[in-house]
């Protein structure tokens, strides 16, 4: 749920190194090999919201994106755990196949379930939330890219009113940009 910033770091680089650093900083908590997969799928998707795909095409394109790198090397018996995602579409399931618990794969396949299954910043984030279990992670990884996608002006503003410091975390969210961007 830490992950996503590194997406707009990564979005103009290569392929492989867009998987490389992913898994490098994936490794700071999560050194698991199915957790760093679960990271590469997660900007690789986030990486074709960025360029300003749509949802659908972002999802197929993640898809043959990450099934290409991982095809020849340590990460291939993995694949299998990802089948939902990778291998049909995780968005035509029916909500009570969707588990939220903090496993990364179950947290993966939710986020995009969500997000792919609604059509509004606020709906994908309640979506999320409202599967129950762990919906703080699962809160925060799909209402990322539901933040990527729908932006500020897709936040629902009385959620933006109640926050404490919001100017602050707003000239934050500048500085950052112009870092990664070199603005």
């Known amino acids: 749920m830490r992950i996503l910033p590194l997406a707009y770091y990564l979005e ?3 392929v492989k190194d867009q998987f490389e650093i992913t898994h490098q900083v994936s490794c700071i908590t999560h050194r698991h090999i199915r957790s ?3 990271c590469g799928i997660y900007i690789q998707f ?3 919201l960025l360029k300003g795909e749509n949802p659908e095409t972002a ?3 993640m898809k043959n994106t990450v099934l290409e790198y991982y095809k020849n090397n340590l990460y291939t ?4 755990h990802f089948k939902r995602i990778l291998e049909s579409d995780i968005s035509g399931l029916h909500e009570e196949f969707i588990k939220s618990t903090g496993y990364v794969v179950d947290t993966l ?3 995009l379930w969500c997000f792919l299954n609604n059509n509004s910043y606020s709906d994908t984030v309640i979506t999320a939330v409202n599967l129950g279990d762990d919906t703080d992670t699962t809160g925060s990884v799909t209402g990322g890219l539901a933040g990527i996608y729908y932006g500020y002006e897709g936040l629902p503003q009385k959620w933006i009113s109640k926050l404490v410091k919001v100017e602050e975390i707003i000239k934050l969210g500048e500085k950052f940009y112009q870092a990664i ?3």
């Open 12 to 14: 103009k680089m290569g």
């Open 36 to 38: 760093k997969m679960a």
């Open 46 to 48: 986030a990486i074709n």
């Open 59 to 61: 999802y197929k394109k």
């Open 77 to 80: 018996g993995e694949l299998r």
């Open 109 to 111: 396949e939710a986020s």
């Open 181 to 183: 961007c070199g603005v």
